[in-house]
């Protein structure tokens, strides 16, 4: 914890933002947001595309949780 900055964490952890994320609103189904986000990333050629389908695995596993 760095005591010069209140609240934050720091660590040395890299982190992996897949793009794809789950909105679930309030009386409706949830969905998957930002596809788009997800395809130029890959099309960068930031992703490959096992992590392209392992964003979409598990957007559709979290979907799959909120509906059960």
């Known amino acids: 914890r760095d005591k010069l ?3 934050v964490q720091t660590c040395a952890l ?3 933002d ?3 994320d789950v909105l679930h ?3 409706a189904p949830p969905r998957v947001v930002d596809e788009d986000d997800l395809e130029r990333a ?3 050629g930031f992703l ?3 992590l392209v389908e392992d964003a979409w695995q ?3 596993s979290v979907i ?3 509906e059960s």
């Open 5 to 7: 900055v209140t609240g």
């Open 14 to 16: 890299p982190i992996l």
């Open 18 to 20: 897949l793009e794809l």
């Open 25 to 27: 609103m309030p009386g």
């Open 42 to 44: 890959h099309r960068r």
């Open 48 to 50: 490959s595309d096992a």
């Open 58 to 60: 598990l957007a559709r």
């Open 64 to 66: 799959n949780s909120i």
